[in-house]
């Protein structure tokens, strides 16, 4: 059974970066495509892009693009989401999941 | 972006009445390899989103057969029969065909 463990909640200040972790078990990394989704207080989660591990191929939502960065590191079995610039509406639930796990999601929380 | 739109928004329900959600895609959700990928969550407040049902009406391991999903093509229902405390929260459908994720902006159901 796949499990995704995040890394723990972060406290950022506007205009800052934020690097969040999640680290895949129970299967064989490169075989999942890994998604990150962002979820503000009282909405639904959003995509905001995905990284196909093996190839290093990675996709991101139009409205993401400019800020996001998603990396994978294999000997790990890890992927990363680095957002930059972040605002105050950055201030959300991330999760990463592949087709069928979700993470435990990340709060990060962008205030001065 | 394949939109997403679910009906009702809100869905206040008697215990041990039935329930019923309505969500409609933009596009068709036929993949290329013939299965449509379309998944409905339960989300309860301060919890990761849980899948229940994936390709339309595949139940997950422990979801109680009281709660399917049917559809095809464009629309698409959740129905939960025999409504029970532990139903109450968010439900979202969510589309996994296109490379790019959507979901619905979610029903809250919640005890009368």
């Known amino acids: 059974e796949v499990q995704l463990e995040q890394s723990g909640a972060e406290v950022k200040k506007p205009g800052t970066t934020v690097k969040i972790s999640c680290r895949l078990s129970?299967?064989?990394?490169?075989?999942?495509?890994i998604h990150w989704l962002q979820q503000t207080p009282g909405k639904g989660p959003e995509w905001m892009g995905l990284i196909n591990p093996e190839e290093g191929e990675t996709m991101y939502a139009e409205k993401f693009q400019a800020r996001v960065t998603i990396t994978a590191d294999t000997s790990k079995d890890t992927t990363y989401m680095e957002l930059r610039s972040l605002r105050s509406d950055d201030t959300a639930l991330y999760y990463c999941a592949t087709s069928d796990a979700w993470g435990q999601g990340t709060l990060v929380t962008v205030s001065s | 972006d394949v939109v997403m739109t679910q009906s009702p928004l809100s869905l206040p329900v008697t215990l041990g009445q039935s329930a019923s959600i309505s969500c409609k895609s933009s596009q068709r959700l036929v993949h290329s390899d013939g299965n449509t990928y379309l998944n409905w969550f339960h989300q309860r407040p301060g919890q990761s989103p849980r899948r229940l049902i994936y390709?339309?009406?595949k139940r997950d391991s422990g979801v109680p057969d009281r709660i399917s999903g049917s559809g095809s093509g464009t629309d698409f229902t959740l129905k939960i029969s025999r409504v029970e405390a532990e139903d109450v929260g968010v439900y979202y459908c969510m589309q996994g065909t296109h490379w790019s994720w959507t979901f619905g902006q979610g029903t809250k159901v919640e005890i009368k």
């Open positions: 129970g299967d064989t990394f490169t075989d999942f495509s």
């Open positions: 390709q339309v009406s």
